[in-house]
């Protein structure tokens, strides 16, 4: 039976890494993909154009990654840009799909700064109620 990837994408080297291991896991479990990108912005006093400007930017860059899914065959593939911090996000959406997995990317930075800064991958590891797949950068 056929389940849902949740790939956190933003058009970054490391977010391309994580697409391309998406895309091997969907072909080895028959999966779809949903890319999943989190528009949501700490509120500021220009919040409203802000927000425009980053949902436009999420819709960018997962119709980006739609096509480049596509292309590497895999045609069950949605996108949706969710009005929440991105770890929220993604776990909004792979609780919402039922989804297998949440794949993301990482740049290789050091725990502890993942905790001080507060990194996507660090949250999912610590939040998740799925297995999260987190690709770093090739060499």
Known sequence: MASTIVLGYDGSACANAALTAAVESAKAYGDGIVVAFGAGVRPTAEDSDRQKLVRQMGGDWAEEALSAIRTQGVEDAQAVVVDARPAEALLQ???????????????????????????????????????????????
């Not at 799909?97 to 725990?111: D, F, K, L, Q, S």
């Not at 001080?116 to 770093?136: A, E, F, I, R």
């Open 93 to 139: 959406v792979a609780s919402e799909r039922n989804a297998r997995m949440i794949v993301v990317g990482t740049h290789g930075e050091r725990p502890l700064t993942g905790a001080v800064l507060g990194s996507v991958p660090h949250k999912l590891l610590h939040l998740s109620t799925v297995p999260v797949l987190v690709v770093p950068v090739g060499p």
